[in-house]
């Protein structure tokens, strides 16, 4: 079989971890890590712009991020939508900066924030298991239509089950990875 035809399954389920990453980043753990406002977005002349646009960003203290505007007058507004956000920090604004100082994370809250890390993981396996269905479906197809042989589908449902659990094994790696971040004291 052509390994150019596992490529766009390979794509696919890439992309799938990319997600996951993504959504973990947004998780908060013990430390600051501007992450959390990737997806934080400000009305900037009509069009809504990432924080990370129009101010600078930084980590003066592990559990601190400082936000400076480039234009002071978006203060309000950067204010605003970190309160109206789901990170459950409240933003102090000294009139220049903004400083979100997280607190030290309790169990209670880490128990729920490695539960949340979990769900995104399932979530992410499903969606693997998703594509290689997919695919196998799509093999199948191609087997009717006398495009591949019944040797070719055989190989090609193990080589796409061996890519699948290739990729579940690195879903387990990363959300075991912010597991131990989010339980760092």
Do not use: C
């Not at 794509?11 to 890590?33: F, H, Q, S």
């Not at 499903?126 to 009717?144: G, H, P, Q, T």
Request: hydrophobic share 35%; net charge neutral.
């Amino acid at each position: 079989m052509d390994k150019e035809l596992y490529k766009p399954i390979e794509e696919k389920m890439k992309k799938t971890i990319n997600v996951l990453k993504d959504n973990l980043a947004g998780i908060r753990a013990g430390r600051a890590n501007p992450a959390i406002l990737d997806k934080l977005t400000i009305d900037y002349y009509g069009a809504p712009t990432p924080i990370q646009q129009i101010a600078t960003v930084s980590v003066p203290e592990a559990r601190v991020i400082l936000i400076q505007p480039w234009e002071a007058k978006l203060l309000k507004d950067i204010e605003k939508e970190i309160q109206k956000s789901d990170i459950g920090i409240n933003p102090n604004n000294d009139g220049k900066v903004i400083r979100l100082v997280f607190p030290a994370l309790t169990e209670e809250r880490r128990k729920e924030l490695t539960k949340q890390a979990k769900k995104e993981g399932e979530e992410s396996k499903v969606a693997i298991r998703s594509i290689r269905r997919d695919s196998i479906e799509n093999m199948k197809a191609k087997k009717k239509s006398a495009e591949i042989t019944e040797d070719d589908l055989k190989d090609a449902e193990k080589d796409i089950q061996n890519l699948t659990d290739r990729y579940i094994a690195d879903i387990d790696k990363i959300i075991e990875a912010k597991d131990k971040e989010i339980m760092e004291v």
